[in-house]
């Protein structure tokens, strides 16, 4: 967990992620792992402002991504990158449709993580 949390205090926030999109693909991905034969549990770690900037109607979408995801019973944390002064709350929203904790990138810590997984 240590390496984990080291390496997303370094990660670069702050782009034009489609996050409907992001999620769909996350998905795909659990799926896909779902066939292996190993007994992995993976663990979702979402970093995101919550706000989604691609596509039509790019939050609701993002939304019911995130409500298919939490479906699935994924094991899942939000990361709120939010900085900006006026802050919108959009990441507590996908937090919410995943059903996951979410913590501010400033106070993530192992802790945080090993909570979740």
Known sequence: MDVAVARLARTRT???TPLAEGLIEVRTLLRREDLRPDAR????VLL?????TAGRDPLPRALAAAAGLHA???ATVVVDCETSMVRLGLAAKV???LGAPMIPLG???PADLARVA
């Open 72 to 74: 699935d019973g994924r």
């Open 14 to 16: 702050g782009g034009r």
């Open 107 to 109: 106070g993530l810590g």
């Open 41 to 44: 549990r993976p663990l979702v």
């Open 48 to 52: 995101t402002d919550g706000r989604a």
């Open 95 to 97: 937090a919410a449709a």
